[in-house]
């Protein structure tokens, strides 16, 4: 079974700080892992994935999450937040043969 | 750049009638799907397809049903809508159907059913 934790329903920083969202997951398989964007009133959109190759991701719109197995982790993370970042944020969790499990989701909030 | 469609954006509807919902996909993708999202539920798999007239439960299809008799289009169907059944559907498409396939899925803009 597979299963995935987002720690934080909602997360609020101020524009140019760093974002950290975080992300635990469980998997017994070898899990592949991706973190999706919604804006508002639109679909997700894929921002990086996870497939057993550099554990150090990076993705699109300068956001990078790395892959730590020893703490079950996939933390997305951002040097310094825009405006626009501002938006809802699934960590999800797949593997072969099984279909994906999406987390409940973290909204990110951006103060100017 | 894969394009899902969604036929609808809003959606009102009654107790009791039977709903479609429609999506399109333009890159020839074996595998589509059909999604709803709660808050704070994250998105909950209905149903997939992984071949035109083929079809696969996911993990809530109760009162829901599909058809998929082209490649490029998959409808979800609720057969006597219920108050329960409002949400946020989305429809993906992709080349795999599961999570080691490295593809990721492409998303439509989403349906938001009322029912009333």
């Known amino acids: 079974a597979q299963s995935v934790t987002q720690l934080d329903s909602h997360v609020s920083v101020s524009e140019g700080t760093p974002v950290l969202l975080r992300c635990n997951y469980s998997s017994s398989y070898s899990p592949s892992l991706f973190w999706y964007v919604q804006h508002p009133n639109k679909g997700l959109q894929l921002l990086l994935k996870?497939?057993?190759?550099?554990?150090l991701v990076k993705g699109i719109n300068g956001f990078e999450a790395e892959f730590k197995k020893s703490e079950t982790s996939f933390h997305l993370t951002k040097p310094s937040a825009h405006m626009s970042d501002a938006a809802e944020y699934f960590c999800v969790v797949g593997a072969y043969g099984q279909n994906f499990v999406f987390g409940p989701g973290t909204r990110l909030s951006v103060l100017p | 750049d894969v394009k899902v469609t969604q036929s609808s954006r809003y959606l009102v509807k009654r107790t009791g009638e039977k709903v479609f919902l429609e999506c399109v996909q333009d890159?020839?993708?074996?595998?589509m799907f059909w999604y709803r999202q709660d808050p704070g539920l994250g998105l909950r798999l209905i149903y997939f397809s992984y071949d035109v007239k083929m079809k696969e439960k996911g993990d809530i299809p109760e009162g829901y049903s599909v058809s998929r008799e082209k490649k490029e289009r998959f409808s979800l169907i609720l057969e006597s809508a219920s108050t329960n059944q409002t949400s946020m559907y989305l429809c993906?498409?992709?080349?795999?159907?599961?999570?080691?396939?490295?593809?990721?899925?492409?998303f439509g803009d989403g349906t938001r059913l009322s029912i009333l």
């Open positions: 993906a498409s992709s080349l795999g159907w599961d999570g080691d396939s490295n593809q990721p899925q492409h």
């Open positions: 890159m020839d993708h074996e595998n």
């Open positions: 996870y497939t057993s190759a550099a554990t």
